[in-house]
């Protein structure tokens, strides 16, 4: 008869273990478990932007419905839009790019291992600072395209488009240097014999979406700083009274907005081209034209 000698673990080890593997996760540079970190992350915002589209439903439900303030529900429609774009269906994709792009092209890691961390870190930094605008006084409220002069100190005057420009902005540099190191990546990090036009789909997709965001997010960058200037500083770049442009805010924004459904977009088609030739157990018809 044999006999089963149970050990207990000491509370004071288990907490340790337990303290041990949570300082792992926020400590990792390891791609799979970033790549679930944006996974998570990019999930947590997408319900918080989905219970803010149903709060606007139920809203817009009856007629002459007072369920929503008039300003909650401009909060809430800015703060849905902007999070559904920046903090919720870029980082699912990111985290799909992280988890499979190295595994793919054969590398044992991204290029740049910390600046992949980084990146995440600092996305994260951005997406928390636009979030807690909530306790500062308000939301931003001049819709997700901020278009001045309605995003403008004449017509907002709290703190809540202050800390849309800033935590965009921020965001907006996790993006940029995450892009730069998939691009690093997919150049120089590829397994020996694994020319371009061996690449799968989602590599190639991921590599343009990636050069899109490196010349979409840089003129989004200089047209939030600008704006940033004229709420904060004084500046006049939007104020038409001062020889400014309100139009230019326009200009600025959809040359990176047209691009960014594009930047969306080319992974998602990535997946799709991966997918569908693995269960129909066929290649892909026509790779090079593609």
């Given at each position: ?9 000491h ?35 997408f319900?918080?932007?989905?219970v ?13 419905n007072t ?16 999070i ?57 409220d001049?819709?997700?395209t901020?278009?001045?002069?309605l995003?403008?100190?004449e017509y ?22 995450s ?47 600008l704006?940033?200037m ?12 001062m ?48």
């Amino acid at each position: 008869m044999a006999i089963i000698i149970k050990r207990e673990v000491h509370p004071l080890v288990a907490r340790k273990k337990e303290k041990s593997i949570v300082w792992d996760w926020l400590t990792t540079v390891d791609h799979k478990k970033l790549g679930i970190m944006y996974m998570i992350s990019g999930l947590l915002f997408f319900v918080k932007a989905g219970v803010m589209a149903l709060f606007m439903r139920i809203q817009l439900m009856f007629p002459e419905n007072t369920f929503l303030s008039g300003q909650t529900f401009n909060e809430f429609t800015t703060m849905h839009g902007t999070i559904m774009l920046f903090l919720a269906a870029t980082p699912l994709l990111f985290g799909f790019m992280n988890y499979f792009i190295p595994l793919q092209i054969g590398a044992r890691d991204v290029a740049f291992p910390f600046v992949n961390a980084l990146g995440y870190w600092i996305f994260m930094a951005g997406g928390i600072l636009l979030c807690v605008s909530w306790f500062f006084g308000g939301a931003p409220d001049a819709g997700w395209t901020a278009y001045v002069p309605l995003a403008g100190g004449e017509y907002s005057k709290g703190l809540g488009l202050d800390f849309y420009v800033l935590g965009l902005q921020v965001s907006g540099l996790g993006t940029l240097i995450s892009a730069i190191n998939f691009m690093v990546t997919i150049v120089n990090m590829r397994a020996p014999g694994m020319t371009m036009m061996r690449l799968p789909l989602f590599v190639w997709t991921s590599f343009i979406s990636s050069v899109l965001i490196l010349f979409a997010f840089t003129p989004l960058a200089a047209g939030l700083a600008l704006l940033t200037m004229d709420r904060i500083f004084g500046g006049q770049f939007f104020v038409p009274e001062m020889g400014g442009n309100a139009v230019v805010w326009q200009h600025i924004f959809w040359v990176f907005g047209h691009p960014e459904v594009y930047i969306l977009i080319m992974p998602a088609f990535g997946m799709i081209s991966e997918v569908i030739p693995a269960f129909s157990r066929k290649r892909l018809f026509g790779y090079t034209s593609m």
